[in-house]
């Protein structure tokens, strides 16, 4: 069985008895890890697209930690948690963004946290509509790097 909690922010939670998988749109940028990796959990066909009931949990946890941005997060049920990062690195995208993994804390000017995580997907081309993460504007306006 399946259940939809909906929480503060744009995070919203997908629980089974096994699993609590969290997506936040805000952070998406559309990679595809997940509707590849397990269209039986996630399938944007569906209401609600994902279904944490549908896969065995390794599968899941495995296509969940190939999510590039961190939009996809889960909890196991018996309390174990995404495993905590070691060396944070930053992978440049052609075209694309800066993949960052590791310890990740995000602050704005005034020390407030906008981002705590292992995953982020950072905007790179500078025009991105929710700084300093990307939304694929890059696409949009053909952003060449060097």
């Not at 998406?28 to 997940?34: N, Q, S, T």
């Not at 066909?45 to 997060?73: F, H, M, T, Y």
Request: aromatic residues 6%; positive net charge.
């Amino acid at each position: 069985m399946s259940l939809i909690l909906k929480m503060a922010g744009t995070r919203k939670y997908y629980k089974s008895d096994k699993i609590t998988i969290s997506f936040d749109p805000k952070l998406c940028i559309h990679a595809g890890e997940c509707v590849r990796g397990i269209p039986e959990v996630f399938d944007v066909r569906k209401r609600p697209w994902i279904n944490p009931s549908g896969a065995d949990i390794e599968k899941i946890v495995d296509v969940i930690e190939r999510c590039p941005s961190g939009a996809l997060q889960y909890e196991l049920r018996d309390g174990g948690k995404e495993p905590v990062a070691g060396e944070t690195t930053i992978t440049v995208v052609p075209r694309g963004p800066l993949y960052v993994h590791g310890n990740i804390v995000i602050e704005d000017k005034a020390g407030n946290i906008l981002y705590k995580g292992t995953r982020a997907a950072l905007c790179r081309c500078g025009q991105s509509r929710n700084m300093p993460f990307c939304d694929e504007t890059h696409r949009k306006i053909k952003f060449e790097s060097k």
